[in-house]
């Protein structure tokens, strides 16, 4: 009888105890849903500009790619970054620019910037496709950049 009572007993405590700390992992590892957003950076392999953000846009892709939809790269000496470049109207590497899920651009970084500056433009398009409040105040993101002329 007493050994039938411990096994209740340790059966309890292991429910108690390891069963809602096992739910509480398996919430953690669900995937967040990723905001309808998509960044393109438009380069140019050439631009000394583009390989000095480099680093931070590789930081920025790590970072963001499971919280946007897509994050997209594109060389504008190609002939589909030449048809991009037409399209959206860059005249300056690196550019950035974020697009809602129906292809409305929201937002546009002209020009290599700090990571920080990166960091509040994905942000606002984050905030933006959400409905969130953006707690920064919407002012045009510029740096130096090479232009597409030259």
Do not use: H, W
């Not at 809602?20 to 500009?49: H, N, Q, S, V, Y």
């Not at 897509?70 to 690196?94: H, K, Q, Y």
């Not at 697009?99 to 960091?119: H, P, Q, S, Y």
Request: net charge negative; proline share 5%; aromatic share 6%.
């Amino acid at each position: 009888m007493f050994r039938k009572i411990s096994l209740l007993v340790v059966a309890v405590a292991l429910a108690v105890t390891v069963v809602p700390a096992m739910a509480g992992c398996a919430a953690e590892e669900e995937p967040t849903e990723k905001a309808d957003l998509r960044l393109i950076e438009f380069f140019d392999p050439d631009c000394p500009f583009c390989k000095e953000m480099k680093p931070t846009v590789d930081d920025l892709q790590d970072e963001y790619e499971s919280k946007i939809e897509a994050f997209d790269i594109v060389d504008v000496t190609t002939d589909e970054g030449g048809r991009m470049v037409e399209e959206f109207g860059i005249f300056l590497t690196p550019t950035f620019v974020i697009l809602d899920g129906d292809g409305v651009e929201l937002d546009r970084v002209t020009g290599a910037t700090t990571k920080e500056n990166m960091i509040t433009f994905i942000e606002r398009g984050i905030a933006d496709v959400t409905g969130e409040k953006s707690d920064t105040p919407r002012e045009t993101i510029e740096g130096e950049g090479s232009s597409l002329d030259e």
